[in-house]
């Protein structure tokens, strides 16, 4: 019923117990996941988490907190990566202002090298973006100019006007269990009004649980609440919201569907 479209299953609180989370997941409705990466080092596992089912993906990306530990990852070292059956997508990439664990320029030059590497396989990007909205869209607005990618905003959190640049270069849009949050109301009004073939929801557990499972460490499962949530403020129903999620992730990811 349900696609997660960013989890980290690899990641502390999910894969001490990833068999039973993924139960819990699949009892909540959820039919598919996106297992995404951050450093070289989590790539093999990631992959080998998604080869123990048919309905688990992977990715190959630098986050932005780790440009600076990561100067060699280049668009080759991506490319050759991507080419496994079971990784679907580019990232996670893009900037973060916000802790700036990594040098801002570094940062750049490692989102730009994911881009390329996105352009050239065809594969989707995720795009992280936090602080750094300004940045963040001129490179995406420079990069769509050199040749088309697809991709996604992922955990959505940035401005309006951010929304409609991403929706104007053709990107998708994922909301997270955030748009729960009590202090979330922008989020919520940009939420309700992405369009309905650009939109997917993510948990990016084992971060940001939504209500009503705050202070727990979240899971693939608790999509299905977010979902719930979104369907209200959208005015539809959770099962058309989860059949458009879902039929928005196999669009988008493309090389999933073709399997």
Not at 145 to 163: D, L, N, P
Not at 222 to 246: K, M, N, P, Y
Request: hydrophobic residues 40%; charged residues 25%.
């Amino acid at each position: 019923m349900f696609v997660d479209s960013h989890c980290h299953l690899n990641y502390k609180g999910l894969v001490e117990d990833q068999d039973a989370v993924l139960d819990r997941a699949r009892a909540a409705g959820v039919s598919a996941m996106l297992n995404i990466s951050t450093r070289h080092s989590e790539w093999d596992a990631i992959i080998v988490t998604a080869q123990k089912s048919p309905n688990i993906w992977a990715t190959v990306g630098i986050h932005p907190h780790e440009a600076d530990a990561h100067p060699d990852t280049d668009t080759t070292t991506l490319i050759a990566a991507a080419s496994h059956p079971k990784v679907v997508g580019i990232g996670e990439t893009g900037l973060d202002y916000y802790y700036d664990h990594s040098d801002r320029d570094r940062q750049r030059h490692s989102f730009r090298t994911h881009i390329v590497a996105a352009r050239e396989t065809g594969l989707p990007l995720i795009v992280h973006t936090r602080d750094a909205e300004a940045d963040t869209a001129e490179i995406l607005r420079e990069e769509m100019g050199k040749g088309a990618y697809s991709g996604v905003i992922h955990c959505f959190t940035a401005s309006s006007e951010f929304a409609d640049i991403a929706l104007e270069l053709g990107l998708f849009i994922s909301i997270s269990g955030i748009v729960t949050f009590k202090n979330a109301a922008d989020l919520r009004e940009t939420a309700s009004r992405i369009p309905a073939d650009r939109l997917l929801i993510e948990t990016d557990s084992p971060f940001l649980a939504p209500v009503p499972h705050r202070g727990k460490s979240c899971e693939p499962g608790f999509v299905a609440d977010t979902a719930r949530f979104l369907a209200d403020i959208r005015g539809v129903s959770v099962e058309d919201l989860a059949h458009q999620t879902s039929a928005n992730f196999y669009t988008l990811f493309s090389k999933a569907q073709a399997q």
